[in-house]
């Protein structure tokens, strides 16, 4: 079996972190990869055990010139599948290129912002399937028109053994700056999110002086980059809260800092699933988020973490001091994160559900 998969993502994280787990899983039971991705993108180098790489110039939507990129890649690869990870031009410009070469075509879809209906009943004719990472994304295509025997749920997963490790307090107070920043015992909370709007950064600020006063010690790492990352900085400052904020970046070593949070807050107006969440959990973190999307598919409120109602900034302070005032309760959650994303999220059944469905595709009359 032979699989053109296409990226167009610029970072590691999220979907292309993804596709990295699904190249890797595949790889190991025989199937043929080919990855087409952006030129100088991390991805590119970290897939090369496990896929022949070809990167490309890919420049979002309006890239029409993608199509033929694509075409010709297809006519020299031959792949039997062509399976699109993003958007950012993917969908429509691979689409269209996979249906000019006669390739069946799949499609991951991994937000949840709604689409017109007339611009699904186009785009997703394209697509012989659609996979669909939560059962929140799978209604919203539903709703937008795209019809049942296209749609397929395979959720995201997680490296649980990656995350379940022992906090290393000092590597984490040495890797952000906070060696001399206060008594040891400090809480810490993490938001693992873009620095985009929708990712509710602005909600928890605006939480946060009620539990500084609190917890005067309290730490917040924003871990991401984005466009929001100058307002953010600016209403940090305007709050006064420049000692307990941290922006920390884009960071490789999540899996060496999660383990020490106390908390993970993600009060996002719209997400997919959030594979941020999955971490935490496996990292044994309870979360505090946002009641939207496919978040409460990673969160299961009162079991592995606390869900508020979306833009609340009262109701996720109150979540949160909950959880910073009851360290039993944390520890409880957490572990029943841990072990839920074992059961239900792991690696090996994420890899068997595209697997499965490339199979059926290949095998359909």
């Given amino acids: 079996m032979s699989i053109l998969h296409v990226e167009g993502g610029a970072r590691l994280y999220g979907g292309a972190l993804q596709l990295l787990y699904l190249l890797r899983g595949l790889s190991a039971l025989g199937v043929d990869n080919t990855l087409a991705c952006r030129r100088g993108c991390e991805l590119a180098t970290r897939a090369a055990p496990f896929a022949r790489v070809e990167t490309l110039p890919m420049h979002g939507d309006a890239d029409l ?3 033929a990129r694509l075409h010709a890649l297809i006519a020299r690869v031959r792949p039997d ?3 699109l990870h993003s958007r950012i031009g993917a969908d429509v410009m691979g689409g269209l290129a996979g249906r000019l070469a006669g390739v069946p075509v799949v499609h991951t879809r991994r937000v949840d912002n709604p689409e017109p209906a007339w611009l699904a009943a186009l785009k997703y004719r394209l697509h012989d399937r659609v996979i669909a990472i939560s059962a929140g994304i799978a209604r919203v295509l539903r709703e937008a028109g795209v019809p049942e025997h296209k749609l397929r749920l395979v959720r995201s997963a997680v490296d649980t053994q990656a ?3 022992p906090c290393d307090r000092a590597y984490l107070c040495a890797q952000l700056g906070l060696e001399n920043d206060g008594p040891r015992e400090a809480p810490y909370i993490g938001v693992v999110a873009q620095l985009i709007k929708r990712k509710g950064h602005r909600v928890l600020l605006e939480a946060l002086p009620a539990l500084v006063a609190r917890w005067p010690d309290l730490r917040v790492i924003f871990f991401g980059r984005g466009r929001e990352d100058a307002p953010l900085r600016a209403r ?3 709050l006064g809260l420049s000692r307990q904020v941290i922006f920390a970046g884009f960071r490789a070593d999540l899996d ?4 020490c949070l106390d908390l993970l807050v993600h009060p996002a107006s719209m997400e997919g699933l959030g594979v941020s969440l999955l971490q935490a959990a496996a990292a044994g973190v309870p979360v505090v988020a946002s009641r939207v999307g496919g978040i409460p598919e990673a969160v299961l409120d ?3 973490g606390l869900l508020v109602p979306p833009g609340d900034a009262q109701a996720l ?4 001091a909950r959880l910073l005032g009851d360290a039993v309760l944390r520890q409880r959650l957490g572990r029943a994160g841990q072990a839920r994303m074992r059961a239900d ?3 090996a059944a994420m890899v068997a559900g595209n697997l499965a469905l490339y199979r059926e595709l290949l095998h359909a009359d």
């Avoid at 302070?317 to 949160?320: D, E, F, K, L």
């Fill in 236 to 238: 940090v400052a305007a």
């Fill in 163 to 165: 995350y379940a490790r």
């Fill in 302 to 304: 009162g079991e592995t």
């Fill in 345 to 347: 999220f792991s690696l």
């Fill in 317 to 320: 302070q109150v979540a949160i």
């Fill in 65 to 67: 010139l993608l199509i």
């Fill in 256 to 259: 060496a800092l999660l383990p």
């Fill in 81 to 83: 599948i062509l399976h």
